[in-house]
C-alpha cells in the first residue's frame, strides 16, 4: 500500500489534546458537542484536526495555513465502531496507508 497517510490525516495518532480522548488535556467543547460529532461521523460525517482548522502546529501556536486533514481521534473512533467514513473508504480503495500500519 502507498504510504501517503500525510495526504489524508495531518497524524498517525490523536494530538495530545484531541476532543476524542478521555484525558485532562482533550480541548474544551460544549456540553455534548462530543456527542452531535460521533453521531455525525456514525452517520458518514467527517470531522477535521482541529489543528488544520485553526492552523495550529503541536504546541497550539498559529501557523502557516494548513490544508484540512481528518482528525486521528475520530478516525479511531470510527475505525472502533466499524463504520469507515467516506474519505476512509476512498483511501483504502486507493490503497493508501492506513493509521496504525
Do not use: W
Not at 60 to 65: A, N, S
Not at 72 to 96: C, D, S, T
Amino acid at each position: 500500500m502507498k504510504n501517503m497517510t500525510s495526504e489524508i490525516y495531518r497524524v498517525t495518532k490523536p494530538c495530545s489534546n484531541c476532543p476524542f480522548l478521555d484525558n485532562n488535556k482533550a480541548i474544551m467543547l460544549a456540553d455534548g458537542r462530543l456527542d452531535e460529532i460521533k453521531a455525525d461521523l456514525l452517520k458518514g460525517g467527517s470531522f477535521n484536526c482541529h489543528k488544520t482548522v485553526y492552523d495550529l502546529d503541536e504546541n497550539m501556536e498559529h501557523t502557516k495555513k494548513q490544508e484540512l486533514k481528518m482528525c486521528a481521534g475520530a478516525y479511531q473512533f470510527l475505525k472502533k465502531e466499524n463504520k469507515p467514513n467516506q474519505q476512509m473508504q476512498i483511501a483504502q480503495r486507493l490503497g493508501i496507508k492506513e493509521l496504525g500500519e
